[in-house]
């Protein structure tokens, strides 16, 4: 029998089957109703075993089990005889996640998670530590239970007060279920492991060495970590730990094993490396065992301030500005205040700025203090700046020192040659060490060219004398004061000058009139005084004021000489006098005075002349000027018309220039004869005047007005002869020049004429002009005009008039014509013009030309118009005048030519010529296209050509002809586009076919043939509108042929042709262009589908069917059996005929009155058809053959055998079956048939040969299987020539009921549940009611609950009976549940039995060692055989260990007893009665424990100062009493509380252990003293105690240390501790810098340690000689105690506080090398560390220098630091910090002073130009940077970089700017120091261009080149562009290029 079993997940479960008898069989095993060897089912393994001695065993084994394979598993044995028999259990999976085997946590409250995994429901479960059971009500022990969710459980036990040093803890979690007895455990060791020394959340670094601290406790499992790690700004896995063997900047030191459960690691980051390293620092503690993360976090920040400039500094005037930055890192908080303090430097009198800054995003904060004037500042200060940080505060001092020189003299200019003094002051702290004097060229040497220089320490001043100056000495004169440093070195100077006068102009001077001149004055090296202007004779001067004429001019300074100018602008007589200027202190006093004579050369006479002449008269014109002999020279030019300069005898002209006879004149006369040549001519003449005394600022000579002189004549129009559009209007004019008399008269063809004349406002000016109008001109003519002083002057014009001639056309649509203009009588060649209605020029097609033969002339373009429009002919004629223009009017129209056509044969169609938008008439004509040939003209003049009966000739090409008649004339004809008319035909169109057929009988052919044109195409055949080489019609094929001479021939085969062939058949031609033709025929095809050869009936009655397919309705069917027709009217047979429905007909025959046992029947059925002489047969024999004895609709079982029998009737046909068959659940022909040799659960008998026509076959179902064989069986006859089935069906139902639990059964205790399981098979009817009933064990009094169930889809139906508890349950009852069907009652019985046992004991806690006895009682209907008491590790035998045993069968009541107990006696003692059989046998446990009280501490017990001490008292085997603290002697014992430092943790309970523990913090001489732990029921009672002595072990004496040593002293550092003898074990250790450990005798440390002479301290001491290598060293000493009286519960050590020694050393700044722009300033300082009389001196190139040097507030704090700035720096130079104290420490800076150099540009808009920035004079590379206005970075263009040979370096870029605007380049050093942004100003200026200009010979003209927003001056020059050449300089300077008289050569 099965029973009901948990299985855990990790391991496989097997279940175990058993049997009787041994008459053979099978066993099958099912799982959820599925036999396990079906092939979804993998996991199950079957071993069936076989019967043996009547015992079978069988085996199913899951593996491997998991969560979803809980459900139900049946064995079922079959035998050969009998029903079968089986057993069915459900069983669920309870799975528990084991825990890690170890768990690790740094937590003061640690949680361990059990998971639980299954569908039932755990009913309890139980935490164990260390063995003993943990609820929430045990003391640090927190239960969370947890409830089953979606198959999951977890249930949690929380475990506070944990600390490191605690032992592991082995936790397990079992849970227990009401389902079965068994439990799921699982466990693990839980060990504390976390980090107990933490990094300090902030680190800080002012340079100083950093060190940090870790450790991590390992608890009582002390592993070392796998690794111990060390970070920076760790990010990720990928990050790399810091490798402090490679770096140099780190030292780690980590433990090497674990000590007091510690492992600890320090990380030191060197001082020098510590400012560089800020960030976020972590150390790490990894376990392979282990995921957790161990590590701790410190943040690091540098906090480092820097003075600028470095202390000490020097300033030598000016304002002075000090500032300090600190660096607190980016991304940290930074300072809260910022203050400046100065001793007694910053009083409340001093004024001065500070400006506090702001904390930067980029971690600095910059402080400065401003003195605006170096007044403000003492000679010697020092200055302190603070930053205050919330936790620190961080200073920096700056020493300053003031250098001043100041200089003054008594005479800066003399103006004599009287000597001078120069005094220079030095003012300041300290005392120059020499004082130099030197000039721009050259240093002064005391006593050298008569110079004197003296120089007093005391008074600190020095003086520079010379007795006898001369100009020579004009000089500035520098003294500078030699300092002991170079840098700041303070220098004063002073301008010395000896002054001269002197006049520019010569002492008679002249200018010529209206020009402008310039009188100038020099007095050389003064500019104190002023220079006054006087004009007059001595003693009646006047002071020259300004004019609009005069302007005095602004002094100038310009290479030592001051200049003072008059300009007079334009001169004339009354500026014409004596000038003197002066070099006074005031306008009324004379210092120098010079002089000059100022006189005016102008014109005394100009040139007069006649304004007419006659020809042939002599002219003489003259003029004359002022004029000096002395030193002034004249030359004399004669003009005509301004430009044109005569000369003397040449031309006529005759030319005479001298002097007068009084010498103060020059005369000049020109004379000639008058000629017509002269041409109407203005003379003038030019006097140039030069020599010594001569001067003019803008030209030097003077030109006369213009003489006009003319002549009398008469002009007309510059053409004679004019041209005239007949009809049209011509006006010309003469103009007669002469006196006021003139007048003109007109002559037309020799006759005075009149009409049309005006003379308009008649003479004026010299001429009068006559017009002359023509309003229609009409025929030649010539005109002639006639002057009125002298008739021989006329002027004749000739009138030539012409006619124009245009003619407007219309015409096609994109058609190119030509267009004519003609000109007819003119006696001379005109020019065409044309142009479009949009007014664009139209070239000329061709035109004919003017000829003497041929006058008349044409111009002609082409022209393709689309729309209607307007071309415009202009005629010009000979002489240039323009015609009036003439519209010619261009008509145009569209031809819609015919398209091509594709037509059939037959079929009418039409071309059509259509004309749209035509303003005139049209005309058509229609032709055919011939080949070879003139086309043949259609006589077709309509716009359509109808062709009503195309034929396939027809075919060929067609176009129309359209003649326009417009505007009187016709146009064209224009041809329309051929079309192309395609006729086609299908000349053997297809027939139309009946086919008569038996499937794939025959095969078919249709034939298709096209005629018609020859352009290629395609043909497809279509199947019933599919075309053919579809995939789907394999049975078509199709040739497609090709075009050959217009034919084209193709065929379709059908084969095989089948009944569903028919239908239409088409072949279709397709072409390119045009409708496809077709031609379409319908075939069908006639089908019988034959009969079968033999035809087999079961039936009474049997009916034939024929059957015909096709489209065809048959006309007739005849029916034949045994060869004689057969109707309707035959007795025994009725013939149906069909009709056509869906393609089909069915004829049947009907035959009456069969029996299997008549003979056969041969059959025929003929189709005959209306269509076809064809006709259609099929035949048949027809036999009996059917089932004869049919299987019962239903069968049904309960685990008995079932007989099934079936029986075939075979006629008279006596065939044998082929096979016989039998099946369950059938389904397809796939389907397995039964197998009864191989499967003992069925016996098939058959029979072997017909009998009485009959076949019998007879299936028996074994009773032991037939429960498990439920389903569908079918019997089956089959014969292999005939495909009928003859087959019976029935059902087998099974009707199988089971319990849960089996009977009997049993149960100890709790709820109880019956249940029954009724299996009655899927899809069919279930039981109708259900029912418990059980004799007298179920009365009215008894309480319990019944669930019916309901039948389920899988074909059972479920039903329990359930009591809540087993009081309900009788000790021995029988169950019956009933299931009630329509037609049967099945039922089972439940036996059920119950055990219970119970257990008590007086004495569960003893705590002495009185006896115990443990009850243990059954209850129940059976009697035990016997009892056995237990415990977890041995069985209890009666007498053995003092232990009695007892039992009786009467009361059924157990004992066991033990009279003196041990604590070896603790236990948990569980009595079990043993049953007849050992399932369900009933247990009860007690527990027992017997209690023992210990101290864990020694009596005399050590701790470290400052350190954490536990003291512990545990209890064995008692949680009912408690543990109170006690402290002080006996008899003074006071009880302890918790304090602040003092804490008592809760009792916890471990290993069947209490213990309590007392943890005091910091161990201090407070808490020193003897502790007592009480075992008591309150505070006041004692059960029993334990004792602890507590003492301190602390420092006595701590190091101290000077701070300061020389390099050599001997240095002893010392400091001793408390110490005890016993017990107590120390040892010392000597740190430097905190992490470097020193040893005894290495590297020249001794180190000595011992206790004193009392015994009660131990004393060490560290010695060692002071060296540079120390470098600034903190010390200090490490006491380390162990033995087996000390104990700290975090560390075994004390740490002493730090004696800090430093040695003398000097720091200066990082780069020794700084660059700086000459003129900028630049700071840079040195600190030295030292005593505090350390101070700094500086040099400068070797020699002492002081100034600029500011040591700031001095010496402070070890250390004094000194800035030297330099305000302007000019030269290179190298400087030397150096320590007071030992003068061999020094740093040297080096000064590389270098130039920017960029040009400003001004550029034409939109110019690209490029803009330079340059760097000379340094020694190493720089990079530029670029911005624009806007501050965006502007990409380099190009770089000229650094290099050794050319050191100069620049940087361009490229830009294109289109308004005013500002480029900045950024020069950086190599240090990265940027200097000074510098702007580049770009300007932008506009030119506008000149314009293209037209213009007519003669007529003056300008052309233009304006400049607008320029700021500089322009200056100009034109060029005429050359094509192959360079281009011509025209040598013009003006924005405007003035051409006066233009020529066409100057086009261009």
């Not at 029979?1247 to 026509?1253: K, P």
Request: glycine share 6%; proline share 2%.
């Amino acid at each position: 029998v099965l029973f009901s079993d948990v299985f855990s997940s990790d391991i496989s479960s097997g279940i175990n089957a058993e049997y009787g008898d041994d008459t053979g069989g099978s066993v099958v095993w099912y799982y959820e109703g599925t036999a396990v060897s079906d092939a979804s089912l993998t996991t199950w393994t079957q071993t069936d075993g076989s019967m043996s001695g009547g015992y079978w065993e069988s085996t199913l084994l899951l593996d491997p089990v998991t969560i979803s394979s809980g459900g139900t598993v049946k064995c079922e044995f079959s035998f050969s005889q009998g029903d079968a028999l089986d057993s069915e259990t459900s069983f669920v999976v309870h799975q528990i996640t084991d825990l890690d085997a170890s768990t690790f946590s740094d937590e003061e409250t640690h949680v361990v998670t059990c998971t639980y995994s299954g569908t039932d429901e755990p009913s309890s479960v139980v935490w164990t530590v260390d063995g003993s059971t943990k609820t929430s009500d045990d003391e640090g022990y927190t239960v969370s239970e947890g409830s089953l969710s979606s198959d999951v459980r977890n249930d949690e036990l929380s475990i506070s007060g944990r600390a490191y040093t605690d032992a592991s803890k082995a936790i397990t979690c079992t849970y227990s279920f009401d389902s079965t007895s068994d439990t799921l455990q699982a466990s693990t060791t839980l060990y504390w492991r976390g980090i107990q020394t933490e990094l300090n959340a902030n680190y800080y670094t002012d340079g100083t060495a950093v060190t940090m601290n870790c450790a991590l406790g390992v608890g009582s499992d002390g592993s070392m970590p796998n690794t111990i790690s060390w970070y920076l700004d760790y990010t990720d896995e990928s990050s790399e730990a810091i490798d402090a063997g490679s770096d140099a900047s780190y030292t780690i030191t980590s433990s090497e094993a674990v000590e007091s459960s510690l492992v600890s690691s320090q990380l030191v980051i060197e001082a020098d490396m510590a400012s560089t390293l800020a960030g976020e620092y972590k150390c790490d503690f990894a376990f392979d065992d282990d995921d957790s993360a161990y590590e701790s976090v410190g943040d690091l920040s540098v906090r480092l301030v820097t003075t600028d400039p470095a202390s000490p500094s020097y300033t030598v005037g000016g304002q002075v500005v000090l500032s300090c930055v600190v660096d607190f890192g980016a991304g940290r908080t930074g300072p809260t205040a910022v203050a400046w303090t100065g001793a007694d430097a910053l009083t409340e009198s001093t004024e001065y700025t500070v400006s506090e800054g702001s904390n930067g995003a980029d971690g600095t904060r910059t402080t400065t203090i401003t003195f605006d004037d170096v007044d403000d500042v003492k000679y010697a200060s020092t200055y302190t700046c603070s930053f205050t940080f919330d936790d620190d505060v961080y200073d920096e001092e700056i020493q300053l020192y003031v250098r001043l020189a100041s200089i003054e003299t008594e005479a800066e200019y003399p103006h004599t040659n009287a000597g001078f003094t120069i005094t220079c002051t030095f003012s300041g702290e300290e005392t120059p060490e020499s004082v130099t004097w030197t000039t721009a060229s050259d240093t002064i040497v005391n006593g050298e060219d008569d110079f004197v220089t003296e120089f007093s320490d005391s008074t600190k001043i020095a003086k520079l004398t010379k007795s006898s100056p001369s100009s020579d000495d004009d000089a500035s004169y520098t003294c500078t004061f030699e300092m002991s440093t170079d840098a700041d070195e303070p220098t004063a100077s002073q301008n010395i000058v000896v002054s001269l006068l002197e006049m520019s102009n010569p002492s008679s001077y002249y200018g010529a009139d209206g020009k402008e001149i310039v009188l100038a004055c020099t007095v050389k090296n003064d500019e104190s005084l002023d220079i006054y202007w006087f004009i007059g004779e001595d003693g009646s001067e006047t002071q020259v004021t300004a004019t609009s004429n005069l302007v005095i001019g602004e002094e100038d300074f310009a290479s030592d000489v001051v200049t003072s100018e008059i300009t007079i602008s334009a001169l004339s007589s009354s500026e014409v006098g004596r000038y003197q200027c002066r070099l006074s202190e005031t306008e009324d006093t004379e210092v120098s005075t010079a002089q000059v004579n100022l006189d005016i050369l102008e014109f005394e006479t100009e040139p007069e002349a006649e304004l007419f002449h006659s020809t042939g008269d002599t002219v003489e014109i003259s003029c004359s000027s002022s004029y000096a002999s002395s030193g002034v020279d004249v030359a004399v030019q004669w003009f005509k018309d301004t430009s044109t300069e005569l000369s003397d005898s040449v031309d006529g002209y005759t030319i005479v220039s001298a002097a007068n006879s009084d010498g103060d004149e020059w005369e000049s006369s020109l004379s000639f004869s008058m000629t017509d040549a002269l041409d109407d001519a203005m003379f003038s003449c030019r006097y140039t005047f030069t020599g010594d005394n001569v001067g003019s600022a803008d030209s030097d000579y003077i030109e006369s007005s213009e003489a006009e002189l003319s002549h009398q004549r008469i002009e007309g129009p510059s053409d004679t002869t004019q041209y005239v559009v007949s009809g049209a209007a011509i006006s010309f004019a003469c103009t007669a020049f002469g006196n006021s008399d003139t007048t003109i008269s007109w002559n037309k063809d020799g006759a005075a004429y009149s009409t049309g004349v005006d003379s308009g406002a008649g003479w004026a000016s010299g001429s009068i002009t006559s017009t002359l109008t023509i309003d229609e001109a009409d025929s030649d003519a010539t005109y002639t005009c006639i002057h009125s002083e002298d008739t021989d002057l006329t002027v004749t014009i000739t009138i030539d008039v012409y006619e124009i001639d245009v003619t407007n056309k219309e015409v096609k649509s994109g058609e190119t014509t030509s267009l004519d203009c003609s000109v007819s009588d003119i006696d001379s060649g005109v020019t065409f013009a044309w142009t479009d209605a949009s007014g664009d020029a139209v070239t000329e097609d061709s035109n004919d030309a003017y000829s003497d033969s041929d006058k008349d002339q044409s111009s002609s373009i082409s022209v393709t118009p689309t729309e209607d429009t307007t071309y415009t002919c202009t005629v010009t004629d000979a002489i240039g005048v323009a015609a009036a223009p003439v519209d010619v009017d261009m008509k145009v129209f569209t031809i819609t030519s015919p398209e091509d056509t594709y037509i059939e044969a037959g079929v009418a169609t039409s071309l059509v010529c259509a004309v749209s938008g035509n303003d005139g008439d049209a005309t058509f004509a229609w032709f055919k296209v011939v080949d070879d040939g003139a086309d043949t003209d259609l006589s077709i003049s309509t716009a359509t050509y109808d062709i009503t009966d195309p034929a396939y000739d027809d075919s060929g090409s067609y176009y129309c002809q359209v003649t326009m008649l417009y505007d009187g004339s016709n146009n064209g004809p224009f041809d329309s586009d051929s079309a192309y008319l395609y006729v086609r035909e299908i000349s053997t169109p297809l027939e139309t076919y009946t086919v008569a057929t038996l499937p794939g009988d025959s095969s078919q052919q249709f034939v298709c043939t096209f005629r018609g044109d020859d352009t290629g195409g395609s043909v497809v055949w279509y199947y019933e509108g599919t075309a053919v080489s579809d995939a789907s019609l394999t049975t078509w094929t199709q040739t497609d042929g090709s075009m050959s001479g217009g034919y084209w021939e193709s065929t379709l085969l059908l084969d095989p042709v089948t009944i569903s062939s028919g239908g239409t058949v088409k072949c279709e031609f397709s072409f390119s262009q045009g409708d496809a033709l077709d031609s379409e025929t319908s075939f069908v095809v006639h089908q019988i589908t034959d009969l079968d050869a033999s035809t087999f009936s079961d039936e009474e009655t049997h009916v034939v069917t024929c059957t015909y397919s096709g489209t065809d309705e048959p006309s007739s069917v005849v029916w034949t059996v045994d060869g004689s027709t057969k109707t309707s009217d035959d007795e025994g047979y009725t013939v149906s005929e069909g009709s056509l429905s869906s393609d089909v007909r069915n004829d049947e025959l009907s035959i009456s009155g069969r029996a299997y046992t008549d003979a056969s029947k041969a059959i025929t059925c003929t189709y005959s058809f209306d269509s076809t002489s064809d006709t259609l047969q099929a035949s048949t024999t027809l036999y009996w053959r059917g089932i004869q004895t049919e299987l019962n609709a239903n069968y049904y079982t309960d685990g008995t055998a079932v007989t099934m029998n079936c029986a075939l009737g075979v006629g008279s046909d006596g065939s044998m079956p082929n096979t016989i068959s039998w099946y369950l659940d059938y389904t397809d022909e796939s389907s397995e048939a039964i197998d009864a040799g191989s499967d003992a659960s069925y016996t098939i008998t058959s029979s072997e040969a017909v009998e009485s026509s009959l076949v019998s076959s007879q299936l028996v179902i074994e009773a032991d299987m037939a429960s498990t064989l439920a389903g569908e069986y079918k019997c089956d006859f089959a014969f292999d020539d005939d495909d009928s089935a003859y087959e019976s069906v029935g059902d087998l139902s099974v009707r199988l009921v089971t319990t849960d639990p089996a009977s009997p059964s049993y149960t100890v205790g709790g709820q109880v549940v019956l249940s029954c399981v009724v299996d009655f098979g899927a899809g069919r009817t279930g039981p109708t009611a259900v029912a418990w009933t059980g004799a007298d064990a179920l009365t009215e009094s008894t309480e319990y609950t019944v669930s019916e169930g309901s039948n389920g889809a899988d074909g059972t139906r479920t039903t329990t009976i359930t009591f809540d508890d087993v009081d309900d349950v009788k000790y021995a009852s029988t169950y019956t549940c009933s299931f009630t069907f329509d037609d049967d009652v099945y039922d089972e019985e439940i036996q059920l039995y119950v055990r219970l046992a119970s257990i008590e004991t007086e004495a569960e806690y003893p705590h002495t060692n009185a006896g115990f006895t443990i009850t243990c009682t059954f209850s129940g209907e059976e009697t035990p055989e016997s009892v056995t008491w237990t415990t977890a590790s041995d069985t209890i035998v009666n007498g053995e260990d003092d232990f009695v045993t007892e039992f009786s069968d009467s009361t059924k009541i157990a004992k066991l007893t033990k009279s003196s107990p041990s604590s070896d006696d603790d236990a948990s003692y569980t009595c079990t009665f043993e049953m007849s059989t050992d399932a369900d046998e009933p247990t009860a446990s007690q527990n027992i424990v017997v209690s023992l009280v210990e101290m864990v501490d020694p009596s005399s017990y050590y701790g470290a100062s400052g350190k954490q001490i536990v003291l512990q008292c545990t209890v064995k085997n008692s949680e009912t009493l408690d543990i109170y603290w006690f402290k002080g002697d006996d008899g003074s014992e006071a009880k302890v509380d918790d304090t602040s430092n003092l804490v008592i943790g809760a009792e916890t309970f471990t290993d069947d252990v209490v213990t309590s523990s007392l943890t005091i913090s910091a161990l201090s001489s407070t808490e020193v003293g003897r502790y007592e732990c009480r075992l008591s029921e309150t505070e006041d009672t004692e059960v029993s105690t334990a004792q602890v002595n507590l003492d301190i072990l602390e420092f006595e004496t701590e190091p101290e240390a000077e701070l300061f040593h020389s390099t050599g002293d001997t240095v002893e550092i010392s400091c001793s501790s408390s110490y005890a003898s016993s017990g107590v074990d120390v040892a010392v250790q000597w740190f430097k810098d905190t992490s470097t450990e020193l040893s005894d005798s290495v590297d020249g440390y001794t180190i000595v340690s011992a206790a004193n002479s009392d015994g009660d301290e131990w004393e060490s001491s560290l010695s060692f000689s002071m060296t540079d290598a120390l470098d600034d060293a903190m010390f200090s000493c490490r006491y380390t105690f162990t033995g087996d009286n000390v104990g700290s519960a975090d560390s075994d050590y004390i740490e002493s506080s730090e004696a800090e020694l430093s040695h003398q050393r000097i720091e200066g700044p990082s780069d020794t090398t700084q660059y700086v722009v000459s003129g900028a300033a630049i700071s840079f300082a040195c600190t030295a560390f030292g005593n505090s009389d350390t101070t700094i001196s500086w040099n400068k190139d070797g020699a002492a220098y002081s100034t600029g040097v500011d040591s700031g507030a001095g010496w402070a704090s070890g250390s004094i630091t000194s800035t030297l700035t330099i305000d302007e720096a000019d030269s290179d130079a190298t400087y030397t910090c150096i320590h007071s104290e030992d003068t061999d420490l020094t740093v040297t800076i080096t000064i590389d002073v270098y130039e920017i150099d960029v040009t400003n540009k001004e550029v034409k808009s939109g110019e690209t130009t490029s803009l330079d920035c340059s760097v000379s004079d340094i020694d190493s590379g720089v990079t530029f940077a670029w911005t624009d206005a806007s501050g965006d970075a502007v990409t380099e263009d190009s770089n000229d970089a650094y290099s050794d040979s050319d050191k100069d370096q620049s940087s361009s870029i490229s830009v294109t700017p289109t308004e005013d605007t500002t480029y900045t380049c950024t020069v950086t050093d190599a240090i990265g120091v940027a200097a000074a942004p510098v702007d580049v100003d770009m300007k932008v200026f506009t030119i506008t261009s000149p314009e293209d200009t037209y213009i007519e010979a003669g007529v003056a003209t300008s052309l233009v080149c304006a400049v607008s927003g320029n700021d500089g001056d322009a200056t100009f020059a034109w060029f005429k562009v050359v094509d192959d050449g360079a281009d011509t300089d025209l040598s013009i300077s003006t924005a405007t290029y003035d051409i006066t008289d233009p020529a066409y050569d100057d086009s261009g």
